[in-house]
């Protein structure tokens, strides 16, 4: 959900791909449903390992679970690390109806704190 409010949020000023240590092989549909309440694409989203951007210029990594810190490799040449520790909505139990709630509660937090990193980055002139 980040990589694409990233994307939507960054008016093209940005390139945001999302990656984990050890990716699941698909995207939560929950997760794709939560991104499209909202009107954002999803087509062409992936679950991809952290490993596939190894050899990539990186400036930025933002962690978004205790876990991801955790087994977060070290990546090169990256100038900046944040560390936002959201619950993981695929953790969720109960019904359909209340995985979904918490996966639109994610979501949303995820939105409020990449627009205001976003909001403080052009304040400070130093956006990429």
């Known amino acids: 959900m980040a990589q694409v409010i990233w994307q939507h949020l960054g008016n093209g000023e940005w390139v945001a791909e999302s990656a984990g240590s050890k990716p699941s092989g698909y995207v939560h549909p929950l997760a794709l449903k939560a991104i499209a309440e909202i009107g954002l694409p999803t087509n062409g989203l992936s679950s991809k390992s952290v490993e ?71 304040s400070d002139g130093t956006s990429d």
């Open 52 to 122: 596939h951007f190894l050899e990539q210029p990186i400036d930025l990594v933002v962690t978004v679970c205790d876990h991801a810190k955790d087994a977060c490799p070290v990546l090169p040449g990256v100038d900046q690390t944040l560390h936002w520790p959201f619950e993981d909505p695929a953790d969720a139990i109960g019904s359909d109806e209340e995985k979904m709630l918490s996966f639109r509660q994610v979501r949303d937090q995820i939105y409020q704190k990449i627009s205001a990193y976003l909001k403080a980055e052009s």
